[in-house]
């Protein structure tokens, strides 16, 4: 754990960093543990650790938009994918 954030490794893929995600030397992201408990409550019961590394190969195979806020962005997509397994 660094200073209050939780970092998630993504799955073994091509990780390329863009403007906009937030990044630690090594290529992971961060998400906040106020982000965390946020997505846990609002969508229980899924894989975060592999919905993020989905996540970051979405944004890595060129998405035509690149997120401004990496933990809002990953709540969407976390709260589409909770919602299709509904």
Not at 10 to 16: A, E, F, L, Q, V
Not at 47 to 76: C, M, R
């Amino acid at each position: 754990m660094l200073s209050g954030r939780i970092s998630f490794q993504p799955r073994p893929t091509p990780h390329r960093l863009q403007s906009g995600v937030s990044q630690t030397a090594g290529g992971t992201s961060l998400l906040s543990v106020d982000a965390l408990e946020r997505i846990r409550c609002d969508c229980p019961g899924l894989d975060l650790q592999e919905l993020q590394g989905e996540f970051d190969t979405w944004i890595a195979g060129g998405s035509k938009q690149v997120p401004a806020n990496y933990e809002a962005a990953f709540h969407g997509f976390v709260r589409r994918r909770h919602t299709r397994k509904a």
